[in-house]
């Protein structure tokens, strides 16, 4: 069961910018720092975004993480084929004693 | 380079029990907290345990309480999760997963992923 939650899917066309939000409580996300991690098809979840807002190595400027309150977010800009993907919030959850995702989205590029 | 390879899946039937094992190398695996991380078919990531870089703390989640252990063995480099009481629902790909922190916490990321082991529970 997750405790984060998304929407689970987007889509948009090439060069177009998606958003994806992610919803939690004051125990994770209103107290922790928020991670976003990209799955590619057949492949395992990497690292996009942490502690908020910023980039591993390697990951372009296309990709942005912001926080608000309970809630945080993911923009992708410049919208590419290869973006297709699902995309996972996380956090540490100071309640549960646990790491935390969210229910995912599915990316889809038109 | 940081690798994380996972071992011991396999088909087993409902009651039965697995143990799966992840190999580390590329980094001093003492300094680090470690995870499992479930995949069911389909379905989103499920954090399953963790276990801080001493094996000092080690937490679970509730649908795992009880039936799953986890240990690690910082002189072979190696990160264990033992199933018992396997279920129908436990079928899944699991990662093995290195938190870049000694303990699990506030700023914690789950900086480096394995390819996962697929685990088939029978019912």
């Known amino acids: 069961q997750s405790v984060l939650t998304q929407a689970p899917s987007a889509s948009g066309t090439p060069g177009q910018r998606v958003t994806i939000s992610c919803s939690g409580s004051?125990?994770?996300?209103?107290?922790?720092?928020v991670n976003w991690y990209q799955q590619l098809p057949g492949t395992a979840p990497k690292v996009l975004i942490y502690r908020n807002n910023e980039r591993p190595s390697g990951i372009p400027d296309r990709f942005s993480g912001s926080k608000s309150g309970t809630s945080a977010s993911l923009a992708i800009s410049g919208l590419q084929s290869g973006d297709e993907a699902d995309y996972y919030c996380a956090a540490w959850d100071d309640s549960l004693n646990a790491h935390v995702f969210g229910t995912g989205t599915q990316v889809t590029v038109l | 380079e940081v690798q994380l390879v996972e071992s011991g899946g396999g088909l087993v039937k409902s009651g039965g029990s697995l143990r799966l094992s992840c190999a580390a190398s590329?980094?001093?695996?003492?300094?680090?907290?470690l995870n499992w991380v479930r995949q069911a078919p389909g379905k989103g990531l499920e954090w399953v345990s963790s276990i801080s870089s001493d094996g000092s703390y080690i937490y679970y989640a509730d649908s795992v309480k009880g039936r799953f252990t986890i240990s690690r063995d910082n002189a072979e480099n190696s990160l264990y999760l033992q199933m018992n009481s396997l279920r129908a629902e436990d079928t899944a790909v699991y990662y093995c997963?290195?938190?870049?922190?000694?303990?699990?916490?506030?700023?914690?990321?789950?900086?480096?992923w394995g390819q996962g082991t697929l685990v088939s529970v029978s019912s």
């Open positions: 004051s125990s994770n996300i209103g107290s922790n720092t």
């Open positions: 997963v290195r938190d870049h922190l000694r303990r699990p916490g506030s700023l914690s990321l789950l900086d480096y």
């Open positions: 590329g980094f001093t695996f003492r300094s680090y907290s």
